[in-house]
């Protein structure tokens, strides 16, 4: 997955995008279209996550966190704690981009990130959880080996 380029502003357009589904076609709808998503475009993200482990997360979120402006150690970490990789988002960049901008932030726009933390890991064997403080752009998400 080529990571070159960011435009915050696509956060707006999802936001959008998913509030938009799930007041036309309900939340069912809107969770199969992150699925769709996450089997499509985080395709060889999964790929690397079957073959190297833990560690192509790790590398995909400090890359996505850093292209989104985001500093570790302030705004996240990733950690490693039971075997688990543990990522603690303090400001979530997405979140704040919209905020900032102005735009209304989907209900499940934080719910969105665990349907497609799920659709990238449990394929592959992986498990996955989602601990948000809705719209305060916090979050605690924990990726382990299944079993």
Request: charged fraction near 35%.
């Amino acid at each position: 997955m080529a990571y070159e380029h960011v435009h915050k502003d696509f956060h707006g357009a999802l936001s959008f995008a998913l509030q938009f589904l799930s007041d036309r076609y309900g939340r069912g709808e809107m969770e199969g279209y992150l699925r769709q998503v996450a089997r499509e475009i985080y395709g060889p993200l999964r790929k690397r996550l079957r073959q190297e482990g833990l560690k192509a997360l790790e590398e995909h979120w400090r890359k996505v966190f850093t292209l989104e402006g985001a500093e570790e150690g302030r705004d996240f970490t990733l950690s490693y704690e039971e075997g688990a990789l543990v990522l603690r988002v303090r400001r979530c960049p997405a979140v704040h981009h919209i905020k900032e901008r102005g735009y209304k932030l989907a209900e499940d726009f934080c719910e969105s990130t665990r349907v497609v933390n799920e659709g990238i890991c449990r394929p592959v064997g992986y498990d996955c959880s989602v601990d948000y403080e809705r719209g305060a752009g916090r979050c605690v998400q924990r990726f382990w080996r299944e079993g």
